[in-house]
Nanobody
């Protein structure tokens, strides 16, 4: 069984910063692309940033230049550093990963989400 667990969300004032973490655990043989998505009430989940195992990154236009995604392949972690936050960044942030578990095939996994609230 594979689990993704996010942490680091919370309440921050506009202009502030937060760092989200995501830990992948379980019977992981290989970890592929990882990413962060966010969702607000009544809206579809949207991509925030992704990172390949080799470190290539991709960002949504709304966060480019303010957010930085990184990963530590040694301990199956991914991070999202968020700077200069605005109230529009308020959402539940979800970690996503492509995982090859032992005895399985590549599958897409999601964390439970961590809420981020940015006050004006």
């Amino acid at each position: 069984q594979v689990r993704l667990v996010e942490s680091g969300g919370g309440l921050v004032q506009a202009g502030g910063s937060l760092r989200l973490s995501c830990a992948a655990s379980g019977s992981i043989f290989s970890l592929g692309g990882m990413g962060w998505y966010r969702q607000t009430h009544g809206r579809q989940r949207e991509l925030v940033a992704t990172i390949t195992p080799g470190g290539n990154t991709n960002y949504a236009a709304a966060v480019k230049g303010r957010f930085t995604i990184s990963r530590n392949n040694a301990n199956n972690m991914t991070y999202l550093h968020m700077y200069n936050l605005t109230p529009e960044d308020t959402a539940v942030y979800y970690c996503n990963a492509d995982v090859l578990a032992y005895g399985s095939t590549w599958k897409d996994y999601w964390g439970q989400g961590t809420p981020v609230t940015v006050s004006s």
